[in-house]
């Protein structure tokens, strides 16, 4: 929703984004650093926007997914759930863009 945002040159859109749902966790402070100084420069031609990839982002979704879920479960069962999760996920961080 982020760089959909930014895409569209929505830059105050995109920081209340980004503020709202990207913790300051460790792992994720890089991007978020990025993406916050990118919004502030009003950046369109960063290579984290150029580079945007959307399926990239489902497939790190899904392997992030995967990584917390139970293996006890049947692996067609666990992965039609991962991906729904995806799916939702997708359709959530878009339509908070275009909010």
Do not use: W
């Not at 982020?2 to 749902?21: D, W």
């Amino acid at each position: 929703a982020v760089i959909i945002c930014i895409k569209n040159k929505e830059f105050e859109k995109a920081s209340k984004i980004l503020k709202k749902h990207m913790s300051k966790d460790p792992t994720t402070q890089k991007l978020r650093n990025d993406l916050l100084n990118i919004i502030r420069e009003k950046n369109l031609a960063h290579p984290v926007i150029q580079n945007f990839s959307y399926e990239t982002f489902q497939q790190k979704m899904l392997r992030f997914l995967e990584s917390h879920l139970d293996d006890a479960e049947p692996y067609l069962l666990t992965i039609g759930f991962v991906s729904e999760l995806v799916c939702i996920l997708s359709i959530f961080l878009v339509k908070e863009a275009e909010n």
